[in-house]
């Protein structure tokens, strides 16, 4: 092999590595520039020695010749539909249906992203791409394998060893938002029609009949599906997600595994509220069986398989103008940066503010006051800024500098360790106190009637109240001449909140604000260490290992108890007589029918609400727990009860209505 051969050859495989670094890993190890010049050896190289030249070379991207048509494709394993919901209802009904379908069997759950671009097909024979092709109908689509050779975070040629000899991956075509902009930039320099969105984009980019047009879309693509396959050996979702990385597919980001379909769909709830970190659009989430042989005997339906469903949530965007950039001092000190917007209707409500989460998020976008921005309102989730549109930046707007100093109490600011979130590190901090104590009046938490934001922006700007344990001193002649508070009104809140003081631990504990502290995590230390004083004397270690409490939480807490602040809090609201145990334990727990039982609460019950009854369950030396598993033993169940019902009786565990677990606890 001659040395311009061997430079050749080895040059491709590089770059190869490096897309796989990049487009699959996400993990670059070289700049930008530095991979341009790569490419651009091999293309000096190639157009030197054009003997040598490879229809799968990395510099091959750009595009050949138009084509005269687009072929159709018949799908040799059909690309069938996914059946659809908008409603949590609808989506438990439906994983009661596979728990009806798969009956006495453990079905784990895989949750990903339901991207937002155009359905693919790509098949690759011995290691080699030979075919792309649309959805279309499901049954036939078109050829595009002119287009999708252009993208370059899809291989030509799969990585590794162990190549199956036919392997058809399905997957979605989308485009990133900052490649929008960009792209709307240019069509507004060339005066020529902007894009709405970026799905317009790939679906009229993917179906061009000349891939050079293609090549300078910047597509991408994520790989989430198997069609056609031969000598795979994997049995799962996961595994098979794994298998396209090694091979240098690009798989679908974000994907969790879970035991139970309703740790699913509550984790869904939470990833709708993080889908302004990502850089591309989606417009749902994918619920999917992970276990391929539980696929096969769900089967499918004329339209769709039965193994899977889409959870989605109507999006709106609307287009305004960012006026200003403001931060905000939260109750544990994050400093979170909001838009102020010219009112603009969204999803039927005038819109003048939407969250920009934090510094880096204000970078990666570029926003700056005076931009034109698209805002998006998706489900539940408050709006958020999408992206700029740049194109309608007629001058140059200053960058939004975020601030060094606490804008409420002139703290230096600081930025969690490994982390993106910037905080005031102050306690008494007033926006934080005022925060703090609209949390400590909400009901989940010392559920003080009355005392409502307006009276705690009162209270707090006069100096009245500075701490918790002033709330608890606040007299009836302090309060009368406050705005809309009289005799009768300040009489009142005095008593709701000396009432607010035999709450209980567990509420306590929510109550004060400790990062990574929320009702059930403060429920679940109330019941292992039943009163303060224990608490504060468990160490990192013995905090760690209680169930559902790791590293992260039980340092947290630690680091408070035993901060300047912790400790005169709590002794504050000691010297005050704010209860610090939890409720009684029994005198002994092993005789009860509950002691040491692990109970699950599920559906509306006739006479008391949910959380009302896991506190007697722990009062009484059982554990409530959220989910049903092989180590719950029993399940207290009213109407609507769903999924946990079916898997609780799938598994033969005993279920018991409200009235039979009176009974059972009147046993002694």
Same mark, same amino acid.
């Given at each position: #092999? ?37 490419? *651009? ?37 059909? #690309? ?23 009956? @006495?069997?453990?079905?784990? /759950? ?16 011995? @290691? ?20 999708i050779r252009t993208l370059s975070d899809v291989p030509l040629r799969l990585a590794g060893e162990n190549v199956p000899p036919l392997l058809e991956v399905r997957g979605e075509v989308y485009m990133t938002n900052a490649d929008l902009v960009l792209l709307n930039e240019e069509q507004r320099r060339q005066g020529k029609e902007l894009y709405a969105n970026t799905?317009?984009?790939?679906? @009229? ?21 198997? @069609? %056609? ?8 979702? #996961?595994?098979?997600?794994? $298998?396209? %990385? ?11 595994? /879970? ?26 989430? &994918?619920?999917? &069986? ?16 039965? /193994? ?26 994050? +400093? ?9 209707? !969204? ?19 570029? +926003? ?23 194109h309608e930046r007629k001058e140059e707007l200053p960058q939004f500098v975020f601030p060094t100093l606490c804008p409420e109490c002139a703290t230096p600011l600081v930025q969690d360790e490994g982390g993106v979130y910037i905080r005031c590190p102050n306690p008494t901090c007033p926006a934080q106190i005022r925060e703090r104590i609209r949390y400590f009046a909400?009901?989940?938490? $010392? ?27 606040? %007299?009836?002649?302090?309060? &009368?001449?406050?705005?809309? #508070? ?6 009142? !809140? ?22 990574? +502290?929320?009702?059930? +995590?403060?429920?679940?230390?109330? *019941? ?51 209860? $610090? ?78 009235? *039979? ?8």
């Open positions: #092999m001659r040395d311009s051969e061997r430079e050749i050859a080895a040059l491709r495989e590089e770059i190869r590595a490096h897309d796989r670094k990049y487009y699959v890993q996400a993990a670059p190890v070289i700049s930008d520039l530095e991979y341009d010049r790569l490419v *651009e050896r091999l293309r000096r190289l190639e157009a030197e020695h054009p003997h040598l030249a490879d229809p799968d070379s990395p510099t091959r991207r750009i595009g050949d010749a138009p084509v005269e048509g687009l072929v159709p494709v018949v799908h040799q394993a059909p #690309m069938l539909s996914i059946d659809n919901t908008y409603s949590l209802e609808e989506l438990r009904a439906y994983g009661d249906r596979v728990a009806r379908l798969l009956p @006495g069997e453990t079905i784990e /759950w895989i949750v990903e992203l339901k991207i937002d671009g155009v359905a693919v097909s790509l098949t690759y024979e011995r @290691g080699r791409l030979v075919q792309a092709a649309t959805r279309g109908n499901g049954r036939v689509g078109d050829d595009i394998t002119h287009n799905r317009n984009v790939v679906a @009229g980019s993917v179906r061009l009949l000349d891939p050079r047009i293609c090549a300078q879309r910047r597509l991408r693509l994520f790989c989430h599906g198997i @069609g %056609r396959a031969e000598g795979l050996a994997v049995s799962t979702h #996961m595994q098979f997600l794994e $298998m396209l %990385r090694q091979l240098g597919l690009p798989a679908t980001p974000h994907v969790t595994l /879970w035991p139970d379909f309703e740790q699913a769909v509550v984790h869904c709830d939470s990833l709708i509220e993080r889908l302004h970190e990502l850089n591309f659009e989606v417009d749902g989430l &994918v619920l999917k &069986v992970n276990r391929f042989d539980q696929r096969e005997r769900l089967g499918s339906t004329s339209k769709a398989p039965r /193994w899977l469903i889409a959870y989605k949530f109507e999006k709106y965007e609307a287009v305004t103008r960012l006026l200003d950039i403001r931060v905000q001092v939260g109750k544990t000190g994050t +400093v979170t940066p909001v838009a102020d917007l010219e009112p603009v209707l !969204l999803a039927g409500t005038t819109v003048r503010r939407a969250s920009l989460h934090n510094a880096d998020e204000i970078a990666r976008k570029d +926003v700056r006051p005076g931009d034109i921005v698209v805002v998006e309102k998706a489900g539940k989730v408050i709006p958020h800024i999408v992206r700029v549109e740049k909400t009901r989940n938490a $010392m559920d003080i009637e009355g005392l409502g934001d307006k009276l705690i922006e009162q209270i707090v700007s006069t100096g009245l109240v500075k701490s918790y344990g002033d709330l608890y001193r606040l %007299r009836v002649d302090q309060l &009368v001449g406050l705005d809309r #508070m009289g005799q009768k009104s300040s009489g009142n !809140l005095v008593a709701a909140i000396l009432a607010s003081k035999d709450r209980g631990l567990a509420r306590l504990l929510n109550a004060l604000s400790i990062r990574h +502290v929320g009702i059930r +995590v403060a429920a679940v230390l109330a *019941e292992r260490f039943r009163s303060l004083d224990a608490l504060t004397a468990a160490s990192v270690e013995q905090l760690s290992q209680v169930l559902e409490i790791g590293p992260v939480i039980a340092n947290s807490v630690h680091e408070f108890l035993h901060s300047d602040y912790g400790r005169r809090t709590i002794a504050e609201l000691a010297s005050l007589g704010v209860t $610090m145990q939890g409720p009684p334990q029994i005198e002994s727990p092993r005789a009860t029918p509950l002691a040491g039982k692990t109970i699950v609460v599920t559906g509306e019950l006739p006479r008391r609400k949910r959380d009302e009854i896991e506190q007697l369950i722990q009062q009484l030396g059982g554990r409530a727990a959220s989910s049903v598993s092989k180590k719950t033993d029993f399940v207290v169940a009213g109407e609507k009860a769903g999924s946990k019902l079916d898997k609780a009786q799938a598994l033969g565990i005993r279920v018991l209505t409200e009235d *039979e677990f009176d009974d059972l606890i009147a046993q002694q």
